[in-house]
């Protein structure tokens, strides 16, 4: 009992560490309110690309950085570490109320001389599409779609130009040069605390607006001018050249917004989302998948249920001898049905393991439908999935030690392998990205510190649980099944090519992936289009309707199989809805080529090092709710007829 103390004394210090990080950061709930000319706090955060990919630091360019500036970011939790958001301080300085027509920024000494490297840098980073992040009062910069198109792309171009999007353009692109934007005018809406008592009342920031220009020779006597064309600032060196001076400057417009409130300060920044912008088209895509699934039951309810009973009144009969006599169809199995499975260590670890995942994911859907997840909470989202994952240990060794006991070969290094393997798979893809990033000096390579943290938060929390549910489970009783199996194995009848292993995996999962695929379509868009995901009703909803499809399709198909004399059913519970996994890598590939401008290998390898993680996720969790779904049937049918 101390080693259960001290795990759950050890995951409440992490949990609260993490969680009061972001807490007493920001809470969104809490009003930020100042005076008229009270300062309002800014920040840079990370370069990033829907083209790239990969963020950079803001100041990995050599943008005018503050006298007071310091190498050192500003990390709220761990998820903000982990997606590359560098929050460094801000060159500009805003007051409430306070407009500026045209204020030169103060950089430090040497930021206002770009040399040959430094303007090649900033040419790449531009061609590319990177965007810079800005930050007022905890809301992000926004820019309008419709004026902010990339001239520097060719084709397709992800970005969204009918709604706003985060960010700004860094530079841009004419017919003969490459421009730096080197002014900004800035757009602050507020709004008042009181709004019945308007002249002693205080402000709040509701609306963050950027647009950038570019500037080349400035007028002598208004250097922000807006009246009379300017020349870009070109990168490229006039000839004899060797570095090439720029000044950077901005402008503020304080905008009265009284439609927005400090709770609704967000939804332009949701709408700017797809997935959250078409609530119809959620509905219909819904109902669709409803309507798969109401056809789905109805071949269950009108074949496999009206097949079992006339089976059961068959079997159970007692004045037809004969037909008690003669085994026919899934009743001939009965002796070998539950029959362990082939390599039972494995297939213990593959359902505890998908049993955690399951459990995370779950926990994370309900977190968000109770509002705990803010978009306003950077990287809240992606610290809860691995607080999550590490707390759902537990059930992993407890559901492995279960099967092991149910199959008489109880080991504790199978519980070992069931608590590392996941992680150690995630660990391996993501320890070779990390050394890729730390080389190209990326926002999101984490500093060796973090990395063992999370190696102990993981390795030194998340095993010792699964050893500690492996310790529960081992101290019950084994579960009995309706029925035992023969010492001697039935030989199994030739087979149809549709229950060979490449059709199970194949054909069967293509069912739920459809049910899931157009709010999958949307996910990846927010991923990786820099969108705000935060329809976790509809994704919900869609999580249902794929689990009840994943568990009709498995019955249906055991049964046929059990109906041809394949008592194997143990790992094809797992095969058949594990396609999922493998439509979404093929889904990842074709989103890749026909969505994103992906230009460098290395971006290449984080998109699709990421979507083969998620598809094995994918796999691990489908394959175990159909386990869940087809033990539960055949221990079902198998209890309700007499065996003698």
């Not at 958001?85 to 109320?97: C, G, H, Q, R, V």
């Not at 007022?136 to 709604?163: E, F, H, I, M, Q």
């Not at 820099?530 to 399709?553: E, M, N, P, R």
Request: glycine share 6%.
């Amino acid at each position: 009992m101390s080693l259960g103390r001290g795990l759950v004394v050890l995951t409440a210090l992490s949990c609260l560490s993490s969680w009061s990080e972001a807490r007493f950061v920001y809470v969104p709930n809490s009003i930020l309110e100042r005076r008229e000319g009270g300062h309002v706090d800014s920040q840079v955060n990370s370069l990033t690309s829907t083209d790239g990919i990969i963020p950079f630091g803001f100041y990995d360019l050599q943008f005018c950085r503050p006298n007071n500036h310091t190498a050192a970011s500003f990390v709220e939790n761990l998820g903000t570490l982990l997606r590359g958001d560098k929050i460094e301080d801000s060159p500009y300085s805003f007051a409430m109320l306070q407009n500026t027509s045209c204020t030169m920024v103060a950089c430090k000494e040497k930021d206002n001389v770009l040399n040959k490297e430094a303007l090649k840098k900033f040419e790449k980073r531009i061609v590319r599409g990177y965007r810079g992040n800005m930050i007022v009062d905890y809301l992000p910069a926004l820019r309008s779609g419709k004026l902010d198109k990339n001239n520097c792309k060719k084709g397709r171009n992800p970005l969204r130009t009918d709604t706003d999007v985060r960010g700004f353009a860094i530079g841009g692109c004419s017919k003969s040069e490459v421009y730096i934007n080197n002014h900004l005018d800035f757009t602050i809406e507020y709004n008042y605390v009181d709004t019945t008592n308007k002249k002693d009342s205080n402000y709040y920031v509701v609306g963050f607006y950027v647009s950038p220009r570019s500037i080349g020779k400035r007028n002598a006597v208004d250097k922000c001018s807006m009246e009379n064309p300017a020349t870009h600032f070109s990168t490229k060196l006039a000839e004899g050249e060797t570095t090439k001076s720029i000044e950077w400057s901005y402008s503020v417009k304080w905008k009265y917004n009284p439609a927005v409130e400090w709770v609704t300060r967000w939804d332009n920044y949701l709408n700017s989302s797809e997935a959250d912008t078409d609530a119809q088209a959620h509905w219909l895509r819904i109902t669709q998948s409803i309507l798969v699934i109401l056809c789905l039951s109805g071949v269950v309810a009108i074949i496999l249920m009206r097949t079992l009973h006339l089976d059961f009144n068959r079997y159970n009969n007692p004045d037809n001898e004969e037909e008690m006599q003669e085994e026919v169809g899934w009743k001939l199995v009965h002796t070998d049905v539950f029959r362990p499975p082939s390599h039972p260590n494995l297939f213990a670890a593959v359902i505890g393991t998908g049993t955690q995942l399951l459990g995370m994911s779950c926990a994370t859907l309900l977190f968000a439908l109770l509002g705990f997840l803010s978009p306003a909470r950077r990287g809240f989202l992606l610290t809860t999935l691995i607080l999550l994952f590490v707390l759902m240990a537990f059930f992993n060794g407890y559901v492995t030690g279960l099967l092991q006991m149910m199959f008489s070969v109880r080991q504790w290094k199978t519980v070992v392998f069931a608590g590392t393997a996941f992680p150690g798979f995630i660990f391996l893809i993501w320890g070779f990205s990390e050394a890729l990033l730390a080389h190209r000096g990326a926002a999101n390579a984490v500093p060796v510190g973090t990395v063992f943290s999370i190696i102990g938060l993981w390795f030194g929390i998340c095993l010792p649980q699964a050893i500690l549910g492996a310790s529960f489970s081992y101290r019950q009783a084994p579960i009995e099944n309706p029925l035992r199996y023969n010492v001697q194995e039935k030989a199994i009848p030739s087979q149809k090519w549709l229950f060979s292993y490449p059709a199970t995996i194949l054909l069967p999962g293509i069912v739920p992936f459809a049910a899931a695929l157009t709010e999958l379509s949307l996910l990846m868009r927010s991923i990786w289009q820099g969108q705000v995901y935060y329809v976790f009703g509809f994704l919900s909803l869609v999580f249902v309707v794929s689990v009840i499809t994943v568990c009709l399709t498995v019955i249906v198909y055991i049964y046929y199989q059990l109906v041809f004399e394949d008592y194997r059913w143990w790992w094809k519970s797992i095969f058949v809805p594990s396609g999922m996994g493998v439509y979404y890598f093929l889904y990842a590939i074709h989103y890749y080529n026909s969505t994103l401008n992906v230009k460098t290998w290395l971006a290449a390898w984080m998109y699709f090092s990421f979507c083969g993680i998620v598809a094995v996720a994918i796999t691990l969790i489908a394959g175990t709710v159909g386990f869940y779904a087809a033990w539960m049937f055949t221990r079902k049918i198998y209890r309700s007829i007499k065996i003698e």
